[in-house]
Nanobody
Framework: QVQLVESGGGLVQPGGSLRLSCAAS????????MSWYRQAPGKEREMVAT????????TYADSVKGRFTISRDNGKNTVYLQMNSLKPEDTAVYYC????????????WGQGTQVTVSS
């Protein structure tokens, strides 16, 4: 049974930091590109950051470049999102996503974790 379980969300003041984690199970984690997406109220879901499966190439949305860092630990089947210098516009539900490096129809989502940036 495939599971992606996000954790680490919460309420933080502007300028603060959070680290999100996504623990994966039920599939061969190292064969999957891992991404973080987010969805704010009334907006479409958008890609925040991606890390590929083999060479661990990272890609970021322009809005988070220089502030967020995605990383993965294949030994722990976990992907992380370190978020620094948080802004109110980063407020959203953050979702973990896994896509097989070759069989892109193998595409899984977590349940999401809320991040609220407010003073």
């Amino acid at each position: 049974q495939v599971q992606l379980v996000e954790s680490g969300g919460g309420l933080v003041q502007p300028g603060g930091s959070l680290r999100l984690s996504c623990a994966a199970s039920g599939f061969t984690f190292s064969n999957y590109a891992m991404s973080w997406y987010r969805q704010a109220p009334g907006k479409e879901r958008e890609m925040v950051a991606t890390i590929t499966s083999i060479i661990e190439k990272t890609t970021y949305a322009d809005s988070v470049k220089g502030r967020f860092t995605i990383s993965r630990d294949n030994g722990k089947n976990t992907v992380y999102l370190q978020m620094n210098s948080l802004k109110p516009e980063d407020t959203a539900v953050y979702y973990c996503n896994a896509v097989h490096w070759r069989l892109t129809e193998l595409n899984y989502w977590g349940q999401g974790t809320q991040v609220t940036v407010s003073s």
